[in-house]
């Protein structure tokens, strides 16, 4: 994603150059792109930003997202501006004070909740800057819709115990175990709980 924003970034500051731009010294951290062509239905009316934020012990971060007006296409993604390793991270959920538990997610990890739910990674999937309380809630999001479309019983029935274990978890009455993988290194759950190793990366040769 990093690579579309630098395509685009470079095409405008050419045209920002010979249009006259008193800011010499414009620090990038807030940038908006607006009338850009949508990768989806090609209209010009995709918008583009990128944002730099600090994320207290992780570091720098770039949130990218593009959103159509046109197809309502929306895709975020968030990336360290350093260079990070593939990782691993898991997290025993507890207590109520967990849910405020900071999660850096990118499009590339694979979040499990064993025996809840999982998110993929992919073209579709989506970075964020979030909290554990959070993931929860867009797993909780998932289900839900998962279960108006479900025309099955033993289905309704067991995506209604999933949602009570949702809440159990929340309130800190069920412990959960909550993993987070990442080959691109740009996740992180941020608490002195959270283990973190080293995700072995398969090579396809
Ligand atoms: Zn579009």
Redesign the pocket.
């Known amino acids: 994603m990093r690579f579309y924003f630098k395509q685009i970034k470079t095409a405008n500051y050419k045209k920002k150059l010979f249009s006259k731009t008193p800011m010499a010294k414009e620090i990038e951290t807030e940038q908006d792109f607006e009338h850009q062509p949508?990768?989806?239905?090609?209209?010009r009316?995709?918008i583009l930003a990128e944002r730099e934020v600090e994320v207290p012990y992780f570091g720098k971060v770039y949130l990218f997202s593009m959103t159509?007006?046109?197809?309502?296409?929306h895709k975020a993604d968030v990336e360290s501006t350093e260079q990070k390793e593939p990782v691993k991270y898991e997290f025993d959920i507890s207590s109520e004070d967990d849910m405020k538990v900071r999660i850096v997610k990118s499009s590339e990890a694979t979040v499990k909740l064993p025996h809840l739910a999982s998110i993929s990674p992919g073209p579709a999937a989506q970075g964020y800057v979030s909290n554990i309380e959070g993931i929860l809630n867009r797993v909780k999001y998932q289900i839900e819709s998962a279960k108006e479309m479900e025309e099955d019983e033993d289905g309704k029935k067991n995506a209604k115990n999933l949602l009570k274990k949702i809440t159990r978890i929340k309130w800190g009455q069920e412990r959960q175990k909550l993993i987070i993988e990442d080959p691109s290194g740009n996740s992180a759950i941020i608490s002195d709980k959270a283990i973190k190793s080293q995700l072995r990366v398969k090579v396809v040769k």
């Open positions: 949508c990768p989806l239905c090609n209209e009316t995709l159509c007006n046109n197809c309502k296409y």
